[in-house]
């Protein structure tokens, strides 16, 4: 399984951004679909997920109100719109796979993409 992040960038805060994960190599519906982020210095959290129903949706506390994820499974794309940014988001965002056999959406993800990185300026 392959998967490639973008549409990171510099925003300034309370702007929007919205990033993409293109999954390949194998159904695209075999996995739950997840985003997680790692600031500077800081372990990497939880941010956003989705099953691969797309039904089922989970978020952090932090984000919940302002970041909203969604799947296209026809695209093998996952999407996370994330509005109010503000500084303390600023990080290299992460899309992850997890086999959807496993349930709970937060951790234990098997595949992993290179990252985009966010910058939220005050």
């Known amino acids: 399984v392959q998967l490639q992040a973008s549409g990171g960038g510099l925003v300034q805060a309370g702007g929007s951004l919205r990033l993409s994960c293109v999954q390949s190599?194998?159904?695209?519906?075999?996995?739950?679909m997840g985003w997680f982020r790692q600031a500077p210095g800081m372990e990497r959290e939880f941010v956003a997920a989705v099953a691969w129903s797309g039904v089922r949706r989970d978020y952090a506390a932090s984000v919940k109100g302002r970041f909203t994820i969604s799947r296209n499974n026809a695209e093998n794309t996952v999407y996370l719109q994330m509005n109010s940014l503000k500084p303390e988001d600023t990080a290299v965002y992460y899309c992850?796979?997890?086999?959807?056999?496993?349930?709970?959406?937060?951790?234990?993800?098997?595949?992993w993409g290179q990252g985009t990185l966010v910058t939220v300026s005050s």
């Open positions: 992850a796979a997890k086999w959807k056999i496993h349930n709970g959406l937060q951790s234990d993800y098997d595949y």
């Open positions: 190599g194998r159904p695209f519906n075999y996995y739950h």
